[in-house]
């Protein structure tokens, strides 16, 4: 059973720039999603894809979109990059779309993507 | 809106000392309340609690709920170095949605 998996692992880009970034979910899970961690933060939702569909926002602008395949895997792309967007995003997949006391769902998360934007 | 607050920090200790890390949230319509350890990037999952009073263990580490107070407590006993990372804790609503808020975390530095 592989884990999640995000690709690319270290990336810089320049302010006005676009960028993407890419998930693969663990076998069997059918959800992912994206969150955004500052340094010296916890990470902060930005939204969640079931069947391909954005199921889900956190108070992100609309120049963050994202989109899932069919294989489950997903891509989160940032257009008109700001210094701000320098951070460290992670993905998380899950089994279910919703969360369940059982415990049995519980996200799973990649190793993230650092974006450095100069 | 929802929001988590973890205390202290960050915290210094020595091997075998204990410690506790604590968190107290404010959600709407609460599901269950998540710690996890973060190391270099990926966090792991360590418990999820959605009862009062129940104790989750595993090994050295435990950690219990209060709903009425709404707070959580992180214990590690025996601490040792590889237990350095950032502990994060979370919580998650009952929608439709994994959407979880997260704390900013404790730093732990366990040293020799």
């Known amino acids: 059973e592989t884990g999640v998996t995000q690709s690319p692992t270290h990336l810089i880009k320049t302010r006005g720039q676009q960028v993407t970034l890419r998930c693969s979910s663990q076998?069997?899970?059918?959800?992912v999603s994206w969150y955004q961690q500052a340094l010296g933060q916890g990470p902060q939702f930005i939204f969640q894809y079931y069947r391909e569909e954005e199921n889900g926002r956190g108070n992100f602008p609309p120049r963050f979109s994202g989109l899932q395949f069919p294989n489950y895997s997903s891509e989160l792309n940032v257009n008109a990059l700001e210094l701000d967007d320098s951070a460290l995003y992670l993905c998380a997949s899950s089994p279910a779309a919703t969360g369940s006391i059982t415990g049995a769902n519980v996200l799973t998360f990649g190793a993230g993507s650092r974006l450095t934007v100069l | 809106e929802d929001k988590v607050v973890q205390s202290p920090l960050s915290l210094v200790v020595h091997e075998g000392d204990t410690v506790t890390l604590n968190c107290s949230y404010e959600v709407t319509n609460f599901r269950s309340l998540l710690w996890y350890k973060q190391e270099k990037k990926a966090p792991t999952f360590l418990f999820m609690l959605t009862s009062s009073g129940i104790e989750k263990k595993s090994g050295r580490l435990s950690s219990i709920l209060d709903k009425k107070e709404l707070f959580s407590i992180l214990n590690i006993t025996a601490t040792q170095t590889g237990d350095s990372a950032v502990y994060l804790c979370a919580v998650e609503a009952a929608t439709g949605r994994r959407a979880l808020t997260f704390g900013s975390g404790t730093r732990l530095q366990v040293q020799p």
């Open positions: 076998s069997g899970h059918n959800t």
